[in-house]
């Protein structure tokens, strides 16, 4: 019995430590996202506001990648809702990560959906006006309140003006936000979700979830 408890014991002390290695890795992948973006308010690239027109906000049913599906397939004179994608298959299985990135292919295969995740500030901003500027709404992965309680959420970013700092976002909770640079990445970065708890940032340690997340749409 006690050579048991002892193997026991040994393998849960394993897995902590294994806990703590990944939970400080994610650390520091969050860490080398945090480089300095100032210089973007003044750069000559970024200076011509953009504003995509005709995003219609919902209020999301099912899920949050599902409705940005949705949204953006409302601007691109498209008929999928949230609805058909669940009853396509029968569950929540393409609203986030890679797969919400291969359903984008799937359902809009005239434009190449890329996924970005752990990238820098100056990238992010990069990535979000290049897509602005040729013409799409950019879906992103955040932190968002619902009501009182912070969520991990997608949502489509539909406006940049960076010099006056700026960032509009269509939120399927049912409104548009308009966002500073520093509280879009504060929130891209998950830095704003307050008192995450542990199964959560085991979630971002494991790589069931990514922060500083984009989806470039060419």
């Known amino acids: 019995m006690k050579k048991l408890l002892k193997i026991v014991g040994g393998i849960l002390v394993l897995f902590i430590c294994i806990a703590v290695v990944l939970l400080i890795i994610s650390g520091?992948?969050?860490?080398?996202?945090q480089d300095d973006y100032s210089k973007v308010y003044v750069d000559e690239k970024y200076q011509t506001p953009i504003k995509i027109e005709n995003i219609e906000v919902i209020t999301q049913d099912?899920?949050?990648?599902?409705?940005?599906i949705?949204?953006?397939?409302?601007?691109?004179?498209?008929?999928?809702?949230?609805?058909?994608?669940?009853?396509?298959?029968?569950t929540i299985i393409?609203?986030?990560?890679?797969?919400f990135c291969e359903e984008m292919n799937k359902q809009f295969p005239e434009y190449k959906t890329e996924m970005h995740k752990y990238v820098k500030n100056t990238e992010f901003i990069d990535i979000m006006y290049e897509t602005l500027a040729s013409g799409k709404p950019v879906p992103f992965e955040w932190a968002a309140l619902y009501g009182d309680e912070w969520t991990l959420h997608y949502s489509l970013i539909i406006g940049a003006d960076i010099s006056n700092d700026k960032i509009t976002v269509a939120n399927p909770y049912g409104y548009y936000e308009e966002l500073t640079i520093e509280e879009l990445l504060e929130r891209t970065s998950f830095k704003a979700y307050e008192d995450m708890p542990l199964f959560m940032k085991m979630g971002?340690?494991?790589?069931?979830?990514?922060?500083?997340?984009?989806?470039?749409v060419k």
């Open 28 to 33: 520091i992948r969050t860490g080398l996202t």
């Open 62 to 68: 099912i899920s949050c990648g599902y409705a940005v």
């Open 70 to 90: 949705e949204m953006f397939s409302a601007w691109n004179g498209g008929d999928i809702t949230e609805e058909s994608l669940y009853d396509q298959y029968g």
């Open 94 to 99: 393409t609203s986030t990560g890679k797969k």
């Open 204 to 216: 971002f340690a494991i790589g069931l979830f990514e922060k500083n997340t984009i989806y470039s």
